[in-house]
């Protein structure tokens, strides 16, 4: 992705680096809440809305060193994410505005193992995620390493599609959709929830591939660009995930969408590059 020498973010901030965790469902809960959901197929994304929603996670005061680059590649990261994340502002504010409405910027904040959040306190263990409270996404520094160790997906757009998706979740609460699936929960079996869950990650993948239709328009995009947005897609598939965890795949309990998935409504968000054609509630592939 060409991306150097263009617009950064003004939205990026530094979380934390280690520090002391803090108890309560903010602290040591909330990491356990969110390792067993891991653990369990459950999409942290869930845990997070239920907690927010019922008032039950607040943040965690602890003592922490601001995170710093530590080299050459972390702060280049720190870059390249910085020029992505201003790039989706200048998509979704061109979309909103399409549409009569205000796009309100989301905050990056960067951390190295553990940093404070408005939904409580966060491990580099639970990946990358957006937290609804204080409309921030939060990364550490080492999931790019993850990326390629684990989800075999190499090179800087697989990481764009990243932070492209989460900004998706963002652009979710913005139009309500969120606050719309943490409402349907208690009316809705596990099964017949999970399915929700998965329409809601995969239109995710769909305002990333918009994010990724408005940079190739603008030129950005560079030779196997998208088909690294494609393998990051097929690499966090649920599919895949219970594969390597050693165990069979089973769509019952699916809650971000398969590998296939994943990458189809990349593409397709890459193809149409609107809203109007990322309606994953009435697919009826995925009722």
């Not at 190739?216 to 097929?234: C, F, Q, R, T």
């Amino acid at each position: 992705m060409k991306w150097k020498g263009r617009r950064s973010s003004d939205n990026v901030n530094r979380g934390g680096s280690g520090g002391r965790i803090a108890g309560g469902i903010g602290g040591v809960g909330l990491i356990i809440m969110l390792l067993l959901a891991y653990i369990s197929g459950q999409n942290p994304l869930e845990v997070l809305m239920d907690n927010v929603g019922s008032g039950g996670l607040t943040p965690q005061t602890t003592q922490q060193e601001e995170y710093v680059a530590r080299n050459e590649e972390e702060r280049e990261l720190e870059e390249f994410l910085s020029v992505v994340l201003a790039d989706t502002e200048d998509v979704w504010h061109d979309i909103f505005k399409q549409h009569g409405a205000e796009y309100r910027e989301p905050k990056l904040t960067l951390y190295q193992n553990s940093t404070n959040t408005g939904c409580g306190f966060a491990s580099a263990n639970m990946g990358p995620f957006y937290c609804s409270a204080d409309e921030t996404i939060y990364i550490d520094v080492s999931f790019a390493k993850q990326l390629r160790s684990t989800f075999a997906a190499e090179g800087d757009f697989a990481f764009a599609y990243v932070l492209a998706h989460e900004v998706g979740h963002h652009v979710q609460k913005l139009i309500g959709t969120l606050q719309e699936v943490q409402s349907l929960k208690g009316q809705l079996s596990k099964t017949e929830f999970n399915k929700v869950m998965v329409m809601l990650e995969l239109q995710a993948d769909y305002y990333s591939g918009v994010f990724a239709h408005y940079v190739k328009n603008k030129g950005y995009l560079e030779a196997g660009d998208v088909e690294e947005g494609m393998a990051a897609a097929s690499g966090v598939g649920d599919d895949r995930i219970q594969e390597m965890q050693g165990g069979r795949a089973n769509p019952d309990t699916f809650q971000h969408g398969t590998s296939k998935q994943r990458q189809e409504w990349f593409v397709r968000g890459l193809e149409y590059g609107d809203l109007e054609h990322g309606n994953t509630f009435n697919s009826k592939e995925l009722q």
